[in-house]
Structure formats: C-alpha cells, structure tokens
C-alpha cells in the first residue's frame, strides 16, 4: 500500500490535488502525521469533508478491522500538516466522539455512500477526527483558543444586533434571531463533539468540560423558547436578555479557564 499511497500523493501534488483513477472526483487531502513510534513524518491520502471551519478526516481504511496508522498517529501528536488543493497548513486534531460523531459518519454516508459500506464491513467504530487550522495568513500561529475567542466574539456581535432590532422592531428580527441560534447551537454542537478529545488529552479539565455540557443543554433550553415564541409572533426580547446574560457569563467562564489551557496545547512553533 506504500508505493501504492506514494503514487496518488505524487499525483496529488502534481496536479494541484486532483487524482485520477478510482479516486478520480473523490474529495482527497493529504495528512502528514507524526510517527508515533518513529518519530518520522508520515502523509496518507484521506477522504474529507468540510464542517463550517474545520476539515474532518474519516479513519475508514477501506472497512478493515484496523484503525489506519495515521490515526494513531495523531492520537499520540495532534499536531499535523494538512494539504488541501494547492494549500498547505499546520491544523491540531481532535476526534470527535459520541453522538456528534456519529451524525456526522451519517452525514458522509449520505453523501458518499462508499462510507456507510465501509461501516458496515467491520464491527470497530470508524473515527471522525476534526482538523482545527493554527496558522493564519502569512503563517502567523493562531491557536485553538484564540480561535475560539474569535468566534465568541462575532456570536455576541450576532446576538448584539438581534436584540437591538428587537427593541427597534426591525423587520428582520425574525430571520436574524433564527440565524443567529442556529449558528450558537452548531457552536455548541461542535464543542460538545470535540470535547471528549480534548478530555483525554487534558484530564484535569473534565470538570471544567462537564460544567460547559450542562450549560449549553440550558442554552438549548433557551434557544427552543425563543423559536416557540418567533414561530406564533410572540415577544422575545425578556427571553433575549435572559440568554445575552447567561451567555456571557458562559464565555466569560469558558474563556478564563478553556482558552489558555487549549493555547498552550495547539501552539504552534
């Protein structure tokens, strides 16, 4: 399978990440993880999907009984180098588990239904790992954490607006508060998949994870009253300011604790 591999990544790379033969049309990317044992770099073709910002790999191996080598790779060394296209880029993995996980095998079964085979050839979980991009543009380091402090900020500017039209009676409130709790619960819904990695790479935060499990359920509580009340015309602005407050009093506590621990983890050199 090596000289094998070797051929479609020299093709690969030749033609800007395209590939022809049994993989022509096929959604590719190049992993290149740390031996773990070796210590070596080591890049493998691997079927991907895009999720909003990350790139999630599936660890098939074809349906073999055998998790594929990269993927224990990457369990001992998180930091990998990905190749999409034509760009290259330092990322940190994180396996995605439970139910988020299996949602998402769902979601590319659907969409290739190679996967759902694959599955059903063997009787080990296939893994879902998702690939969180550290560098910005010019090759800056952009830690895992800030990243998340990132997109904390643009969902209290998104919250921010949607009460002020609230208050105004903006015409659009309606569309912008369902915008704007479906993008929080996705952000929920992808923390609450890679959480359980970043448990086992970082033990003594699994009270810190446990307390942010219980509040996004509350947050869920919050979001599904608002929709109940924007479905029969009803006024949401108390139910607004209740979930403005409990948010941040969320990020505030996520940020404090999460942010610096995942920082140090995913830093890039």
Excluded: K
């Excluded at 224990?72 to 760009?87: C, D, K, S, Y």
């Excluded at 991009?133 to 380091?141: H, K, N, S, V």
Aim: hydrophobic residues 40%; glycine residues 10%; aromatic residues 6%.
């Amino acid at each position: 399978m090596s000289g094998f591999n070797q051929q479609i990544i020299d093709e690969f790379r030749a033609h800007g990440g395209r590939v022809g033969g049994m993989f022509e049309g096929a959604d590719l990317v190049l992993l290149t993880t740390v031996g773990a044992r070796s210590g070596t770099p080591r890049t493998s073709p691997v079927g991907y999907a895009r999720d909003g910002d990350r790139i999630l790999v599936f660890g098939s191996n074809a349906g073999q009984d055998r998790h594929p080598d990269w993927y224990h790779n990457l369990l001992a060394n998180p930091r990998v180098t990905v190749e999409v296209g034509t760009e290259t880029f330092a990322a940190f993995a994180v396996p995605v588990r439970g139910a988020e996980r299996d949602r998402l095998y769902a979601e590319q079964g659907a969409r290739v239904p190679a996967y759902a085979a694959y599955q059903e050839q063997t009787v080990r979980v296939i893994p879902v790992v998702a690939l969180y991009r550290t560098e910005r543009d010019g090759g800056r380091a952009a830690a895992i954490g800030d990243q998340l402090v990132r997109i904390h900020q643009e969902l209290r500017q998104q919250l921010a607006a949607v009460r002020a039209g609230a208050r105004t009676g903006g015409v659009d409130v309606r569309q912008h508060c369902l915008a704007f709790c479906g993008a929080l619960h996705a952000h929920h819904t992808n923390e609450d998949g890679a959480f359980p990695g970043i448990e086992e790479r970082i033990p003594e935060l699994a009270p810190v994870l446990d307390r942010l499990r219980r509040e996004h359920t509350t947050v869920a509580g919050h979001i599904r009253r608002i929709q109940e009340l924007l479905a029969t015309e009803g006024d949401v602005r108390a139910d607004l300011d209740r979930l403005a407050a409990e948010l941040e009093e969320h990020f505030a506590y996520e940020e404090h604790l999460l942010v610096p621990a995942l920082n140090q983890l995913t830093s890039v050199s």
